[in-house]
Structures are given as C-alpha cells and as structure tokens.
C-alpha cells in the first residue's frame, strides 16, 4: 500500500504564477519530509525538507507547508519558472532510514 | 566533492539471467540504499545498508539482494531476472539519519528485461 500519495500525476502553470504540488501521507511516525526534483536520464536532486515538529519552511521561491492533523504537505514555488518543469516526488522518513516516496507530479511552467 | 556514481548506466538481460549494479556514494557517507523506480509506481525502497550490514529492506522478493563492502561501495543483485524488473534503479547515500536525512542521488542504472 502506497503510505504517500502525489494525486495528481501533471499540473501546468504559467510562468511567474504560483505552482502548487500536493502530498498525502498515511504514518504519523514519519518525521521528515522532503521533495526532490527529477529531470529525465538524472537522479531526483533535494529540494527542501521539513520536520514534523515545524509547519513551513522556506528556501527562496520554494515553500513547503506540513499540516499534520492533515497528513498533508504541500511544495510552493513562487514564481515559477521554466527551468522548473520537471517532475516532482515528494518523501518521508519513516524508521531507520527508510524513505517512502509519492508517484510524482509532472510540472510544465509555460513561458 | 564527487557524486554518486552508479554503474553501469545501462544495461540489457534476458529472462532467467542475473544482473550486478554498482554504487559509489559520496566520500564520507556511510548509509547507502537502493530505489526500484517504474512509470506509475514512484520510487520503492529496496534495502538500506550502513557500515556493510544491511539497516532496512522494503518487500521485494529474496531475488532481491545487496551488499555493502568496507569502503561504504555498495552493490545490488537481482537473480531470475523477470520481464517486470525492467526498471530504473536508484542508489542513494546519506551521512546519518539525524539533520534532514537528505539523499543524494546517483543518475541509476536503467534496466531492460527482455
């Protein structure tokens, strides 16, 4: 069973608007939470991550959100560029180190 | 400070033959895993080692093994090879499980299964 879910497999936005990826998880025990990028024939690349004891952080245009009663997560960029179409996946921490990650989203900025 | 390097970065089997892909983590990283990656299905953890004994293993089949050497090297097995292993595999290291438990990410090894 999936413990985080990316439900939307594509999202486009036009540039210099707001891109919005959303994440589910199922594990309260998770307690970091990162997204990576992937361009095709590369690894995913760190993006930003979150603990679970914070509910933002911030790295220049990148936002994430955590909402915990929620088990949800959100990635914002603002503004979105072109150079950031790429897919998205976001992931959590669970014990160890092991990591279970979403199915991706697909982000297209327009110029 | 090098990457991680995976090799090789492709390769072509058949059905009922074995395969061995190879890590490098980035020098000083001692926590290595591995990631099975296909269309629609995202990343699934395989196993994780740290300091040549392995830490955690997701539910793949006994196929599915790994070892890691005394150098933090790591290499991943795959016997009986099927048509669904056709995949990207993905290793990954990390320093230690405290700060962001950031990954870094090798490029991977993709795999055809024919």
């Known amino acids: 069973d999936q413990q985080v879910k990316q439900n939307s497999p594509s999202l486009s936005v036009q540039e210099g608007r707001i891109s919005i990826l959303n994440c589910d998880y199922t594990?309260?025990?998770?307690?970091?939470f990162l997204w990576y990028k992937k361009y095709p024939a590369e690894g995913p690349t760190f993006l930003i991550s979150?603990?679970?004891?914070?509910d933002k952080n911030e790295d220049g245009r990148f936002t994430v959100f955590l909402n915990k009663s929620a088990k949800h997560l959100s990635l914002h960029i603002v503004p979105s560029q072109p150079g950031d179409s790429a897919v998205y996946f976001c992931?959590?921490?669970?014990?160890?180190?092991?990591?279970?990650f979403g199915t991706g989203t697909s982000l297209t900025v327009i110029p | 400070k090098a990457g991680v390097t995976q090799t090789p970065r492709y390769l072509i089997k058949t059905r009922g033959q074995q395969v061995t892909l190879s890590c490098s983590p980035i020098?000083?990283?001692?926590?290595v895993s591995w990631y099975q990656q296909t269309p629609g299905q995202g990343l699934q953890f395989l196993f994780e080692?740290?300091?040549?004994?392995?830490?955690n293993k997701g539910n793949f089949p006994g196929r599915f093994s790994g070892r890691q050497f005394s150098n933090s090297r790591s290499e991943m097995n795959v016997s009986t090879l099927e048509l669904g292993d056709s995949a990207l595999y993905l290793c990954?290291?990390?320093?230690?499980?405290?700060?962001?438990?950031?990954?870094?990410f090798g490029e991977g090894s993709r795999l055809t299964v024919l």
């Open positions: 992931a959590s921490r669970g014990t160890g180190n092991q990591f279970y």
């Open positions: 594990n309260s025990m998770f307690d970091y």
């Open positions: 979150i603990s679970s004891i914070k």
């Open positions: 020098s000083g990283h001692r926590s």
């Open positions: 080692y740290f300091s040549e004994t392995q830490r």
């Open positions: 990954a290291s990390s320093d230690d499980r405290g700060h962001t438990g950031e990954l870094f």
